[in-house]
């Protein structure tokens, strides 16, 4: 079983920064991709970040320039940081692995941003 712990959301201000964790544990073989993916209310989930075990990124379209992700292999980590962030990044941030040749979804944390 393997599960996805997630942290870091919370109530921040335009302009602000938050820095999201995502760690995986249990009987995980490999991790070929981890990501944050969010879902704002009446809204479809939308990829925000990905890194493949290489280190490949990828963005969404609305969070480049703004938003970092970055990995910790040897801790099975994912990290988001967020920098002037804006009232459309509010949402609910869940952590998504693709290990053991499959995906793996947390729960999801909240970040809202107040104009």
């Known amino acids: 079983q393997v599960q996805l712990v997630e942290s870091g959301g919370g109530l921040v201000q335009a302009g602000g920064s938050l820095r999201l964790s995502c760690a995986a544990s249990?009987?995980?073989?490999?991790?070929?991709?981890m990501g944050w993916y969010r879902q704002a209310p009446g809204k479809q989930r939308e990829l925000v970040a990905r890194?493949?075990?290489?280190?490949?990124?990828n963005y969404g379209d609305s969070v480049k320039g703004r938003f970092t992700i970055s990995r910790d292999n040897a801790k099975n980590t994912v990290y988001l940081q967020m920098n002037s962030l804006k009232p459309e990044d509010t949402a609910v941030y869940s952590c998504?692995?693709?290990?053991?040749?499959?995906?793996?979804w947390g729960k999801g944390t909240q970040v809202t941003v107040s104009s």
């Open positions: 998504n692995i693709f290990a053991n040749l499959r995906d793996y």
């Open positions: 249990g009987s995980i073989f490999s991790i070929n991709v």
């Open positions: 890194i493949y075990s290489g280190g490949i990124t």
